[in-house]
């Protein structure tokens, strides 16, 4: 590794190095998964799964929504595999799908409660 890349290692905290530039294909499929991150409306629906799993009406109470439009919503999520759910009985349970997806909301809500540097 040289100087310059242990220095940008150091600089984020990276205990090894990415491994290499992207591919055009991942490229795509991370934009259209980060582009699934950019409505607001879901970023609050994975909010209240990061705490526990909820019913359809548990979660469109949560975050203010219509039942039909929280559906819509955990129906994209659940194509990018950011939501998971199980039926028990009649019941549908929605969760966060993996420790990843919890990380990736945690870090992002982390990262712009910190105070910024550049200012």
Same mark, same amino acid.
């Given at each position: 590794m040289s100087d310059s890349e242990e220095k940008a290692? %150091? =600089?984020? *905290?990276?205990? =090894?190095?990415?491994? *290499?530039? +992207?591919? @055009?294909?991942?490229? %795509?499929?991370?934009?259209?998964?980060? *582009? @699934? +991150?950019?409505?607001?409306?879901?970023?609050?629906?994975?909010? =209240?799964? =990061?705490?526990?799993?909820?019913?359809? *009406?548990?979660l469109a109470e949560a975050v203010e929504m219509t039942e039909s439009a929280v559906s819509h919503q955990l129906r994209v999520l659940r194509t990018m595999r950011l939501v998971s759910y199980r039926k028990r009985g009649r019941n549908v349970y929605y969760c966060l799908k993996d420790k990843h997806i919890f990380n990736l909301y945690r870090e992002a809500s982390e990262h712009l409660d910190e105070p910024n540097d550049d200012d």
């Amino acid at each position: 590794m040289s100087d310059s890349e242990e220095k940008a290692m %150091q =600089a984020i *905290g990276a205990d =090894a190095p990415v491994s *290499g530039i +992207l591919s @055009v294909e991942k490229a %795509q499929r991370m934009a259209e998964f980060f *582009g @699934v +991150l950019g409505d607001p409306n879901r970023w609050r629906i994975l909010s =209240a799964l =990061a705490s526990r799993e909820l019913r359809v *009406g548990e979660l469109a109470e949560a975050v203010e929504m219509t039942e039909s439009a929280v559906s819509h919503q955990l129906r994209v999520l659940r194509t990018m595999r950011l939501v998971s759910y199980r039926k028990r009985g009649r019941n549908v349970y929605y969760c966060l799908k993996d420790k990843h997806i919890f990380n990736l909301y945690r870090e992002a809500s982390e990262h712009l409660d910190e105070p910024n540097d550049d200012d």
